[in-house]
């Protein structure tokens, strides 16, 4: 009876196979009489053979495995295997058979699937007899699951066995490739599967050949082009045998403009081991840029037609580009369920099944975390939530259920799993703190709305109250911020607690005139407090006034869904379709690294009068120079091995949320400041400065960030003024006569040994590997700012310096070691150290790089004609990693160690 079951349910999936664009017709080999497991999460292994691609056998681990049960000698070549995500993920496993369930014989060592569909895909082998098929899995790309939701054992002597059914084969992989030219981003970015890189060439016919290492049948090549929505790239492609004989295949190829993915080329049928990309520029400019590149066989080879750019995929695309726009720039990035957890209003039991012992409503979690090992994703459908094209549906019918710990209500909602969470660890961390900008958005329609709705006592009548929205604290019993529609005649509603105590109070927000069409609320936390907006209306609460500041030292996660503020056994549902939900976290620019205090050591100075004053001047002015060591020591503090009395540094930290990066002052540094991750004292004893891309910008006219030092010949008297000519900044000899006896000091020489431990690896290509490591600075402009440069694939650096000149507006490029593009076959390598020296003397600017073992490297410039010898044009220097990349990932970096570190000035002489 239970073979005919199977059968039957066998045919059964063929008809589903057929429905979903599998070609599959009659299989003629008898269905497996059982089928037993190694293991498994309570997905047993029988939902292998049930028909139905919505169920699934999964089991944990490398190695675990199904056993077919056949009963008699049977003779098979080939297994069909349908698997769970299969369309997102390649799945790995071997195929052995028997004849006595003992002893096996293995047929497929390891395969894996394609990655690409949900439906059956037929893996062939010699055609063998046998009693038992065994399949053993070694886990998905994305974990050690194996989740098969059907399996077929077939002969393809007499059962069908379509093309279509064999896994496309991969893509070939060059074992080499090179170009004719690049500007840093090389070609080997073609094939690295990222198409957030490129290989870049200026110029007409640059090129790129892709070696595959022996001879193979081709007939198309997938690109994907930088900035491929924006302009049409013009290309030729060439092939070769032997990669002296070129031969055209593709002369006068355009891309289409209008896409940045995969576009595919077709030509006829070739065999070739090289292939050669030539570029011609592209509608905007001479330079070619290409993402990613490759050779295709469609005969082997996966070739959607999605990837052929005609006009209808063209208009697809901008309208999907237009509407993400849209939603983004008027609602927010759209999440993903990956983002949640869903709390059901019925038990586990109920959910899970009577096995299960833990209390409580149902909770399905993301990434194979639930109880049973489900996941929480666009797959699940219950009675209380499920997926389709208009949105998530969620569903509270008031006929009882289960509630939360310390809940009187029962939900349907969602909690959010912020912060990174792991999949399947603690809820705990799962949380994201005051600070920066958090904002849940939604837009969603009331489809059904409990007719006789009564409040908790079951008896008295209430509005039909659902909260649809929240922020909560963890371990707070007190919601922070709860949105609630309670009618038609009514405005939506929403209830804060003033503190983390009970402490509720409530603002009205704009009514909503008919929940049953698309409305819209937002709720968003800012560094100063709660925004609020539905129905039109927008409402601003602060922390400090309407809120607690104690609010900000907690943590938080939003909720959304159906939170019903009625008894639970009123009758009838609450039922919302969102057809968006978003999260959007923004960091403050500067909300990161540790905080160092600036407090007055008492070990180190006389700090007794900041008990009465905190702002008092508890140091020496002027601040004594500290003796220094002839060689920095390791252990010390940077003041202690460098003098500091006349530097403060610029931080790309905001940690007193001002706005402005962090300086500290002459006095904390020469107290023995140091900031353990961006400036210290490194192992070698050097000074240890380093710049991210991301932080706080000293100025609006500024593009980049910096730790940087800033010459302050004050040395620690805050009667002098920062700016201006004056006794903290100096003035060239060329200067009025006035400025020059105002000033601290006339003309100067800034001296400095240092080595390079590394730059920026990503970014826009005239960015990427530079940043300035000296600068003399006026009150506007820069007389030098000298650059350090390496690009990604170069094993040396350059140097190289900007004179601005301030009457006409422009820069003048000097180039000292290797070229400002950063190509050099002599250049200075990560950790070799050198030195520079930068001097002015009047209209005169001087810089050199030293290097043991070359010659010096100068440079005079004759800043006559510059602008720089007229009243008011005050000066300081400059040292540090001033990041000139703002393209490139935020946590890339710029770091330097400096070993010497000093400056002189002369003075007026009458």
């Known amino acids: 009876m239970k073979q005919n079951w199977i059968k039957h349910v066998l045919s059964a999936s063929v008809i589903a196979a057929l429905s979903s664009g599998v070609a599959l017709a009659q299989v003629v080999t008898p269905a497996p009489a059982s089928v037993t497991s190694s293991e498994h999460d309570g997905n047993g292994p029988e939902r292998a053979l049930d028909g139905d691609f919505k169920t699934r056998w999964s089991a944990n681990g490398e190695g675990s495995w199904m056993v077919f049960d056949y009963t008699k000698p049977t003779t098979f070549s080939a297994v069909k295997v349908a698997l769970h995500k299969g369309d997102e993920r390649t799945t790995s496993f071997g195929i052995a058979v028997s004849d006595d369930g003992e002893n096996w014989t293995t047929v497929i060592e390891k395969v894996t699937s394609s990655g690409t569909t949900l439906g059956l895909e037929r893996f062939d082998f010699e055609p063998v007899t046998a009693k038992y098929i065994k399949f053993t899995g070694f886990g998905n790309s994305s974990s050690a699951w194996n989740s098969v939701t059907e399996f077929i054992g077939v002969n393809c002597a007499i059962d069908s066995c379509d093309p279509s059914e064999i896994p496309p084969q991969p893509i070939l992989v060059p074992v080499a490739v090179e170009s004719s030219e690049h500007d840093g981003n090389g070609p080997d970015r073609l094939i690295d599967n990222d198409v957030k890189t490129r290989w870049s060439a200026n110029g ?66 070739v065999d070739a081991r090289y292939i050669k990309y030539i570029g011609h520029g592209n509608s905007s400019n001479t330079w070619n840029s290409v993402t990613e590149l490759a050779a295709l066989n469609c005969e082997i080879n996966q070739c959607p037609v999605e990837h052929i750019i005609t006009e209808e995929v063209l208009a697809a695309a901008k309208l999907a580009a237009d509407k993400k726009k849209y939603q983004i720039k008027h609602l927010g990035k759209a999440t993903t369920l990956d983002d949640w957890k869903i709390t059901l209003p019925i038990t586990y039991k109920a959910h899970f099944g009577d096995n299960v012992e833990k209390d409580g409503a149902a909770e399905i979690l993301p990434s194979e975390c639930s109880l049973d090992g489900s996941s929480f994703n666009a797959d699940v459908k219950n009675p209380y939530f499920w997926v389709d094209n208009k949105g998530w549906h969620f569903k509270t019918p008031l006929e009882g259920g289960a509630t939360t710990p310390n809940a009187t209500y029962i939900r349907t909602e969602l909690r959010e799993l912020g912060n990174g969470w792991k999949p399947c660890d603690s809820m705990s961390g799962a949380n994201w703190a005051h600070g920066g900008t958090h904002t849940l958005t939604a837009t ?154 600036l407090i007055c050591n008492p070990e180190v100075s006389d700090c007794s009068c900041v008990e009465q004053d905190p702002n008092c001047q508890w140091w020496e002015v002027p601040l004594p120079s500290p003796t220094i060591p002839a060689k920095p020591v390791a252990g010390n503090t940077p003041g202690e091995n460098f003098d500091l009395t006349g530097w403060y540094v610029s931080l790309p930290f905001d940690h007193d949320k001002n706005g402005k990066p962090d300086d500290v002052f002459e006095w904390h540094l020469a ?183 070359k010659p010096d490297a100068v440079q005079v410039v004759d800043m006559s004609e510059s602008g720089y010898d007229v009243g008011g044009k005050y000066m300081y220097f400059k040292a540090g990693v001033y990041n000139q990349n703002n393209s490139g990932d935020p946590d890339d970096y710029a770091q330097v160690t400096f070993y010497k570190l000093e400056k002189s000035h002369g003075s007026y002489q009458e």
């Open 444 to 597: 969603l329609t009331l489809d059904q709305i409990p007719e006789t709705p009564l409040k908790k006592d079951g008896k008295s009548k209430s509005d039909p109250k659902v909260v649809l929205g929240q922020i909560h604290a963890k371990d707070i019993s007190a919601a922070t911020v709860k949105l609630l529609w309670e009618g038609k005649e009514k405005p939506v509603r929403v209830i804060l607690n003033k503190n983390t105590e009970k402490s509720a109070f409530s603002v009205k927000l704009g009514k909503i005139d008919d929940p049953s069409k698309p409305w819209s609320y937002m709720i968003r936390m800012t560094d100063d407090g709660i925004v609020l907006k539905a129905g039109g209306v927008e409402k601003s609460l602060k922390f400090g006034e309407e809120l607690d500041n104690v609010w900000k030292d907690e943590t938080f996660y939003f909720k959304a869904g159906l939170y019903p503020q009625i008894y639970k056994n009123s009758g009838g549902a609450f039922e919302a379709t969102f057809s968006k939900l978003s999260i959007e976290h923004t960091k403050r620019d500067g909300d990161f690294g540790v905080h160092v205090p």
């Open 671 to 853: 107290q023995g400041y140091e900031h353990p991750e961006l400036f210290y004292t490194g192992e070698d004893g050097g000074l240890v400065m380093k710049s991210y891309i991301k932080g706080v910008r000293t100025s609006q006219n500024t593009k980049y960030v910096r730790t940087e030092l800033r010459e302050m010949n004050r040395r620690g008297d805050r009667s002098v003024e920062l700016k201006g000519v004056n006794k903290n900044n100096w003035v060239f000899s060329s200067a009025p006569i006035e400025d020059q006896k105002a000033a601290a000091g006339v003309d100067g020489v800034l001296e400095a040994t240092l080595k390079i431990d590394h730059t920026t690896t990503t970014g826009e290509p005239n960015q990427v590997g530079r940043f300035i490591i000296g600068q003399i600075h006026d009150q506007d402009d820069e007389p030098v700012r000298l650059y350090y440069r390496k690009l990604p694939d170069r094993d040396t650096g350059t140097v190289y310096f900007a004179h601005e000149n301030t009457r006409e507006g422009s820069d003048t490029f000097y180039e000292l070691v290797g070229s400002m593009n950063g190509i050099t076959d002599d250049g200075i390598a990560l950790g070799e150290v050198f030195s520079y020296r930068i001097e002015v003397v009047g209209n005169t600017l001087t810089v050199t790089v030293m290097r043991d073992g």
């Open 204 to 269: 007409d016919g640059s090129w790129a050949i892709l070696d595959y290492g022996d001879v193979y049948p081709f007939d198309a090549v997938r690109a994907a082009f930088h900035k491929g929505d924006e302009r049409a790239t013009s290309f030729d492609i060439e092939v070769s045998v032997d990669g002296n004989t070129w031969t055209p295949v593709l002369t006068g190829a355009k891309s289409s403009g209008g896409v940045t993915s995969f576009e595919r080329f077709e030509f006829d049928t």
